[in-house]
């Protein structure tokens, strides 16, 4: 059994998202009310993390368009007065943002490749493209990030060749 402190907490910190992925369980009413947690909801839900002797946090959002630099100041903030890895999942953003977030001491960052195939990437995200994703995760790894990723199965029109791909794309990412 994995111990306390190899494990992490979970801070779900806005479920605003301006994307439509067809597999989300987030409803449209949701992402249009739900409102950001307050700066001292989100470094409460830190502090009790850290309390319950777990020393990682994942803080998660759908894409809201957060601004870069209230993400930079809180993660500053946890490196600052918590011994923590901080994750963040918040999606897809620029280079120079996941730099920012990375000056200011982000450890890890998950990003799900969802699918390698362009068409059926395209056909789950509505105006979104693969290679933005895939972008995404370079600009991680070049950046020095611990980049966690993964795939979907069992989403609709998906066949035995998308897996293939998928369960060969990670590795390529990695090696190249
Ligand atoms: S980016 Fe995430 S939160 Fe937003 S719609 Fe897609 S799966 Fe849902």
């Known amino acids: 059994m994995r111990k306390t402190s190899d494990r992490a907490g979970l801070v779900?910190?806005?479920?605003?998202?301006?994307?439509?992925?067809?597999?989300?369980?987030?409803?449209?009413?949701?992402?249009s009310t739900a409102l950001p947690a307050g700066l001292d909801e989100?470094?409460?839900?830190?502090?009790?993390?850290?309390?319950?002797?777990?020393?990682?946090?994942?803080?998660?959002?759908?894409?809201?368009?957060?601004?870069p630099e209230w993400l930079a100041e809180i993660i500053q903030y946890i490196k600052r007065n918590y011994e923590?890895?901080?994750?963040?999942?918040?999606?897809?953003?620029?280079?120079?943002d996941y730099l920012l977030?990375?000056?200011?001491?982000?450890?890890?960052?998950l990003l799900r490749?969802?699918?390698?195939?362009?068409f059926?990437?395209?056909?789950?995200?509505?105006?979104?493209?693969v290679e933005t994703r895939i972008r995404c995760l370079e600009d991680l790894r070049r950046l020095g990030y611990q980049t966690g990723s993964g795939m979907m199965v069992g989403v609709k029109n998906q066949?035995?060749?998308?897996?293939?791909?998928d369960i060969f794309f990670s590795p390529i990412l990695i090696l190249t």
């Open 12 to 31: 779900e910190f806005s479920s605003r998202c301006g994307n439509t992925c067809r597999y989300c369980g987030l409803t449209g009413a949701i992402k």
């Open 42 to 67: 989100l470094l409460g839900s830190v502090a009790d993390i850290y309390r319950a002797g777990l020393r990682s946090v994942v803080l998660q959002s759908g894409e809201d368009g957060l601004a």
């Open 84 to 96: 923590m890895a901080v994750t963040l999942s918040v999606g897809e953003r620029s280079p120079e």
């Open 101 to 109: 977030w990375k000056n200011a001491g982000a450890d890890r960052y």
């Open 113 to 118: 490749i969802e699918s390698s195939d362009a």
């Open 120 to 129: 059926l990437y395209e056909s789950l995200h509505s105006g979104r493209r």
């Open 159 to 165: 066949n035995i060749i998308h897996i293939a791909k």
